[in-house]
């Protein structure tokens, strides 16, 4: 079959070569078959040369088609976002003149590329666009540009300006006279009203800044939807047009020729749009999926089954093969670092362990983890963050090259590497290595300059091993305990070890969570929060969950935590404190009235939820409960982990008067640095650092340097694990304003305030 269908594919060809080679081959077999058997394998020998050239030639035509189609689509986004921009600031307003030359086509191009270097969402993209915010704002004699949060002096927005043209290498000719005629508008040299205007209508703006292309098909694929609204066939042809697929073949039925078999080699991310080629990786087809439901509603166009291709397609099987090996690659691996992706890992892993039982081999699974990550994307954007995972994926190719493992990006900045037939001092030598070199790494970024380190967990694969997820689970929860052990350390999982089994153990908990969860099994404690300085009588409590168990027995606070995070169980755990703290404030308010606000917890998991604001804000409406009255913890580490998240739901939640609290400041990488960027009103001093203050000069000078910047940026401090008489005077001394802890009041029922 292979062959006939090599024939096949020759026979189509436009050489005439090619076609007289399979004129004589077939002439050749049908002559000498039946003598002959192995007059086949000859023929495949003379006419797989010309299949390979044929082979490449139709994977390029595809490979061009699909470069050039995703990157139609990508400047037609850019465009899109360009118009969108402008749409919202100018539609239906008269522009100086002046504006209008700045963005067309300057600033236009500037943001076009923008968008496709960086993205709608980054840094660059929104100072352009406040760019055009500033100068419109000085242009316009009602507007104060003072009063923008975004506000640029003069000559800094003229020099903003002047580096973005120059970056996209703008004509100097129209450069330097707009940049002057800029610069006497701005500073106020030349009168406002003496200019010119130009007026943007709403229904005219994609055309008048030259970008009238991107709004052609949506218009023409509005109307098709529009005139077949009601026609519940067409509806479905138009659902059936969206789930064509890439390799999926199709035939054009023509009127006055012959059928056009085509296969889809591209389509965008919301399947609105696809491009079709032939067997020769030409495309013939570049339409809308409006378009393609009209046709097949016409009966112009039908999709094939393997059954109905013609034999002289089908000769181009193996060419679609090789396109979809292509695309299988791409489904199986990590487009950043090329390296496999977790699920083709837990396939290799499959492998691996069934060859461990077959063959009583030992084969080592490792899961590294690069110790605070976030730090990076935190400081440079995510664009810093890819550079060192690439880098990683590199060092890992070259320093394990020898012994041909399977190395995989599990997600974020987890990798993941499997070396068969490798004993435990092999292993732990091995991933040493691999340790020390990316210690070593350094790499810069724009003015900064990072170092690396990682945790790595072991986990060694033998015949006694019950299965793919024990492999997983069991390198993760050693990865865990090299990161709580200090970072930057390897830790070996061994079915014996008793840590390990400690940790295992916490998975049950997330069972007894849910069986909690489902039943309200869940109690409200609090702990008081009381002012050093004895005049004054602002007491405030911080609300704590106790989950219980069957037998009503309160699980252990850090396991069922450990548990809760690990296993994505914490926003829900929020939205139950949430909603009862509030329903019981709310229910008892006149006699909570002598106490001032409660601190309520707020894990880094709820924070990244996108519904999480609104649930809190329907909790607030549905209780009546002033908002004056909660204050919101959140912990160091979950504010570094998602500070992009954690900030705007601060801001947007201050607006309305909620407080918040920075809870186990001190501890981590760049403390100082992020506080700036939190509005928090009250600082928790790391109970680390109190629990010792009274023996330890060094822990006393880091709690009076976390006061002292507190003080200076108008917080609170409160100083938690305050256990004595002793530590409270030493934290009365330093000037910390609350405090928190056994030697302040016990954890007691919240129903006790009631008392």
């Known amino acids: ?64 088609t699909v470069k050039a189609s995703q990157g139609q689509q990508t400047l037609m986004n850019a465009q899109r976002a360009v ?53 419109f704002m000085y242009l316009d004699e009602s507007s104060d540009p003072k009063t923008s949060p975004n506000y640029m002096p003069p000559d800094e927005l003229v020099e903003h300006i002047e580096a973005g043209l120059d970056s996209i290498s703008f004509d100097p000719g129209q450069r330097i006279p707009l940049i002057n005629a800029l610069r006497q508008v701005i500073s106020g040299e030349v009168p406002v009203s003496d200019m010119p205007k130009v007026s943007l209508q709403s229904n005219s703006i994609a055309a008048k800044i030259g970008f009238g292309g991107v709004t052609v098909e949506e218009e023409v694929r509005r109307q098709i939807r529009e005139k077949n609204e009601g026609d519940s066939e067409w509806q479905r042809c138009l659902a059936r047009a ?55 509603h016409d009966d112009q166009l039908k999709l094939l089954e393997e059954s109905d291709i013609p034999i002289t397609e089908r000769a181009s099987h193996r060419m679609l093969q090789n396109m979809h090996s292509q695309l299988t690659h791409q489904a199986t691996h990590d487009s950043l670092t090329g390296l496999m992706n977790r699920k083709e890992f837990e396939r290799e892993l499959e492998k ?54 399977q190395i995989a990006r599990l997600g974020g900045d987890e990798f993941g590497i499997l070396v068969n037939q490798c004993d435990r001092e092999a292993g732990n030598d091995l991933m040493k290595s691999v340790s020390e070199a990316i210690k070593g790494l350094r790499f810069q970024w724009e003015e900064d300059t990072f170092s690396l380190t990682a945790s790595c967990g072991l986990y060694f694969i ?31 999982f061994k079915d014996d070890d008793s840590e390990m089994e400690h940790r295992q153990g916490i998975m049950e908990f997330v069972s007894q969570i849910d069986r909690a969860l489902d039943n309200d099994r ?31 027995t309160p699980l252990p606070p850090q396991d069922f935590i450990i548990a809760a995070e690990k296993f994505n169980r914490m926003g829900a755990l929020d939205r139950w404190v949430i909603r009862h703290a509030f329903e019981f404030i709310s229910s008892n308010a006149k006699k909570l009235e002598h106490l001032g606000a409660f601190s309520i917890n707020v894990s880094g998991n709820s924070l990244t939820e996108e519904d999480f604001m609104e649930f809190v804000l329907e909790q607030f409406k549905v209780t009546g409960l002033p908002t004056s009255r909660v204050c919101f913890e959140i912990t160091e580490t979950a504010a570094v982990g998602s500070l992009d998240d954690v900030v705007e739901f601060m801001e947007k939640m201050k607006i ?33 650092f109190v629990k010792d203050l009274k023996d330890s000069p060094a822990d006393y000078a880091v709690v009076k340097s976390i006061n002292e910047i507190g003080q200076f940026m108008g917080k609170k401090t409160i100083a938690e694990f305050v256990e004595n008489t002793d530590i409270l005077e030493i ?25």
Request: aromatic fraction near 8%.
């Open 1 to 64: 079959m292979d062959f006939v269908n090599q024939i096949a594919r020759l026979a189509g060809a436009e050489s005439d070569s090619a076609r007289q080679l399979v004129d004589d081959l077939v002439e050749d077999i049908n002559t000498n078959f039946d003598d002959d058997p192995e007059v086949f394998d000859r023929a495949m020998g003379k006419i797989q040369p010309l299949v390979e050239r044929q082979s490449r030639a139709f994977t390029g035509n595809v490979q061009r």
């Open 83 to 135: 118009v969108s921009e402008i749409d919202q600031r100018f539609s239906d307003k008269e522009l100086p003149e002046i504006l209008y030359k700045l963005i067309m086509p300057g600033w236009r191009n500037l943001l076009v590329n923008t968008h496709l270097r960086e993205g709608e969402g980054s840094e660059s993209w929104q100072k352009h666009v406040q760019t055009l915010d500033q100068v």
């Open 242 to 296: 969206r789930r064509l697929y890439v390799g999926a073949w199709v035939e054009f039925l023509k009127a006055k020729s012959a059928p056009e078999i085509s296969i889809v080699a591209w389509a965008n991310e919301d399947t609105s749009r696809f491009v079709f080629v032939n067997r020769r990786g030409v495309k013939t087809n570049d339409i809308s999926v409006e378009e393609l439901a009209t046709l097949m």
């Open 352 to 405: 691996a362990l069934e060859d461990a039982k077959r063959n009583d081999n030992t084969n080592l699974c490792a899961y590294i983890d690069l110790d605070q990550f976030k730090v990076i994307n935190n400081t440079g954007g995510h664009d810093a963050g890819d550079k060192p995972l690439i880098i990683i994926a590199d060092l890992l190719r070259e320093t394990l090259n020898f012994v041909s493992p």
């Open 462 to 492: 033998n015949k006694d091993t019950e299965a793919v997820n024990k492999i997983m689970s069991s390198a993760d929860f050693a990865c865990i305990a090299a990161k709580e052990a200090g970072r930057d350390r390897i830790h070996e």
């Open 522 to 552: 869940f109690e409200l404690h609090c702990q008081k929060i009381q002012p050093i300085d004895e005049e004054s009588d602002d007491v405030h409590y911080e609300i704590l969950l106790t989950v219980l168990d069957e037998d009503d």
């Open 656 to 688: 309305i008067g909620v407080q918040f609290s920075l809870d186990d400041f001190g501890t981590g990488l760049s403390s100082y640095s992020y506080l700036k960027n939190l509005p928090v009103g009250y600082l928790k001093i790391d109970g680390c």
């Open 731 to 755: 934290l009365r001394e330093i000037g910390v304003d609350y405090a928190q802890g056994w030697g302040i009041g016990k954890k007691i029922p919240l129903t006790d305030l009631l008392q």
